[in-house]
């Protein structure tokens, strides 16, 4: 008898890693300005974004891994993709992974959570049996043209788009915008929505913003289509919250390539990255007695589970509650977390 023994070794094709702020930062300090080093292993031993997010391949993506014999899998810092060490993925792949949200509290600790997320129906005027179906507000996070920070082995890969440079007119509260070197949040609505710098953009990772909502462009004669986000697939779950597409190879930047140019996986593997940036509000401290305002946080402040930000107590993530402008009821004019001492 013959028996044919195949040994199949297997290695990482890449990593996404899914960092949410709320769970990481230590009050005012961002996560990755921390330099104790007992702290950072620790803090990410204990992180687990699978309470938060799920995260699954689209139908075609799936087949894809599959034909590879390859396998999807979600960690507590993200998902990994790992693949034989001799495939060749086709250099025209493009693989979509749909982010939904798992915590019923998510809204409540991340920003540009205010952005609402509806569905609508559009017919197309050239065939009325075909319906596009849009949802508004999605970011797509993309290796493509995604930015990165640091050199050599210190070099970051964010799939968030660079930060745009000056408020645009329909920028709302939270939204993240740069101003010459330093890095902007606005803690309003517009009209001239007020804002707070939060310091140099280079020592804060590149969260996911505004800025990574595609413009939708429907078909022609059409109305009602949203703005920005991403027309629904058949495939596409309806809860979808964010869309992340890599694709092996980025002409312009190697390092955000996770194949060589034959096709085989890159040694080092590529670890991509996505940040959610926690929500900061207006920290007012009321009597527990009768509710009367005795102290109020001169500028927003962070909500995090670690840390304490203010110098008093901090407040509970789930109470964060929105002020809107008296003369413009439509306007946000801030959020604020009351905190009863």
Known sequence: MVIDIVRIGY???????????????????VFDAITDPAVTPRRLLTYDVRRLLAVGPSTTTAAAIGGLQGV???TGLGFIVAVPDDSVVPPDATWEFFVTIAALDYANYTALSLR???????????????????KANVPVLSNLTGASQGTGASKHLFLSRPYVNGADAGDGIEALVTSGSNLRQLTGDPPSPPFQVLGPRSGYPVYVHQGDVPAIVPPAGTSGAPAGGI???ADTPPAVAAVIRLTPRRADDSAFSYTKANGTPRTPSRVFEVHFRNRWTTWRYRDKGDGTVKATEADPLPLTYFGNAGTKQKPSMTAVGIEFDPGNPAKIARLVSDIYI
Do not use: N, S
């Open 116 to 134: 609402p997320q509806p569905i609508t129906d559009v017919v197309d005027p050239a065939d009325a049996k075909v319906t596009h179906r849009y």
């Open 11 to 29: 290695t990482r094709l890449f990593e996404v890693r899914l960092l949410h702020h709320y769970w990481l930062d230590d009050g005012a300090t």
């Open 231 to 233: 027309e629904l697939a």
């Open 72 to 74: 999807f899998r979600m």
